[in-house]
């Protein structure tokens, strides 16, 4: 028995939270409910606990992890990756300058897996 799956881009887009997203003190939190891969690693789309405003509109859904910072703070807490369901609660700590000229968002991250 066969079985079809349909799917379109626009329902799997989430909008990125790149650098200039984040400052000192904003948390984000919510269950890691896709993953994918870009040219930096990979990208965590989390489904947010509660809405995010990114450009001045709220959403449901963001996509994490392809940030510097963020991948240091996910390794510091002895893990390499995510993987779908994890929860996963993040704050900017503060921005650090670096050699490259571009600020880099410092996190502190935790992840809780069944």
Excluded at 13 to 38: D, E, N, Y
Aim: proline share 7%; with cysteine; hydrophobic share 40%.
């Amino acid at each position: 028995m066969s079985k079809t799956f349909h799917g379109k881009t626009e329902d799997a887009g989430a909008p990125f939270l790149g650098a200039p997203f984040w400052k000192q003190g904003v948390k984000v939190a919510g269950k890691v409910v896709r993953i994918f891969s870009a040219p930096s690693g990979p990208c965590y789309v989390l489904r947010s606990l509660r809405p995010v405003a990114v450009e001045g509109e709220n959403v449901e859904e963001v996509c994490v992890g392809n940030l510097t910072g963020f991948r240091m703070a996910l390794q510091a807490s002895g893990l390499e990756s995510l993987v779908v369901g994890d929860l996963v609660h993040v704050e900017c700590t503060g921005i650090a300058p670096t050699e490259k000229g571009s600020p880099r968002p410092n996190f502190e991250i935790e992840v809780t897996r069944d």
